[in-house]
T-cell receptor, first 113, second 112 residues
Framework: DQQVKQNSPSLSVQEGRISILNCDYT??????FLWYKKYPAEGPTFLIS?????DKNEDGRFTVFLNKSAKHLSLHIVPSQPGDSAVYFC????????????FGKGTSLLVTP | DGGITQSPKYLFRKEGQNVTLSCEQN?????MYWYRQDPGQGLRLIYY???????QKGDIAEGYSVSREKKESFPLTVTSAQKNPTAFYLC???????????FGEGSRLTVL
């Protein structure tokens, strides 16, 4: 049962434009959400996170928006750069499950010059 | 440098053999995790451990075993009971004060 869903397996964006990656979740008990970036044959690296008590968090070119009523979050990358091409995983943490994260299936972002 | 080291990076196994994947961290993190990634799938949790000598099953623990005898080490054994062991395995750790998981480089296991 997939509790964190990334319904777009891939996304292609031109360099300089905005990339918007979406994530939906089903469990209202998730209290923390994270985005990870992953290159092939490497481990994921942490990108940005947001607590469930906030609706926006910004870090440089990356902004995460959380809409709790819709159980939806999105990652905005502005402006997109070719080096941003990677797989992006959305992850969520249950408040009473230790620190284990539930991951979505990922969205492969390709930023073209 | 602080980090998580997984070994081996690539491993081939014959059917019916057990294999153990190593995961060592020098970040002084209390919690450690094993995830599995298959093509087109997200990361699925196999086992996790919040403290030494204690661990819990994740979503897909069947056919796997772990131990946590030392804070720095969390080896994963893929047993012959695991029906589809070919996958990319990721180890991670986190401190109790933070929410972020730090991942190793991964180990790719192929069963021949």
């Amino acid at each position: 049962d997939q509790q964190v869903k990334q319904n777009s397996p891939s996304l292609s964006v031109q360099e300089g434009r905005i990339s918007i990656l979406n994530c939906d979740y089903t469990n209202s008990m998730f209290d923390y959400f994270l985005w990870y970036k992953k290159y092939p044959a490497e481990g994921p690296t942490f990108l940005i996170s947001i607590s469930s008590i906030k609706d926006k968090n910004e870090d440089g070119r990356f902004t995460v928006f959380l809409n709790k009523s819709a159980k939806h979050l999105s990652l905005h990358i502005v402006p997109s750069q070719p080096g941003d091409s990677a797989v992006y995983f959305c992850a969520a943490r249950l408040s009473n499950s230790g620190y284990a994260l539930n991951f979505g299936k990922g969205t492969s972002l390709l930023v073209t010059p | 440098d602080g980090g998580i080291t997984q070994s081996p990076k690539y491993l081939f196994r014959k059917e019916g053999q057990n294999v153990t994947l190593s995961c060592e961290q020098n970040l002084n993190h209390d919690a450690m995790y094993w995830y599995r990634q298959d093509p087109g799938q997200g990361l699925r949790l196999i086992y996790y451990s919040q403290i030494v000598n204690d661990f819990q099953k994740g979503d897909i623990a069947e056919g796997y075993s772990v131990s946590r005898e030392k804070k720095e080490s969390f080896p994963l054994t893929v047993t012959s009971a695991q029906k589809n062991p070919t996958a990319f395995y990721l180890c991670a750790s986190s401190g109790l004060a933070g929410w972020e998981l730090f991942f190793g480089e991964g180990s790719r296991l192929t069963v021949l």
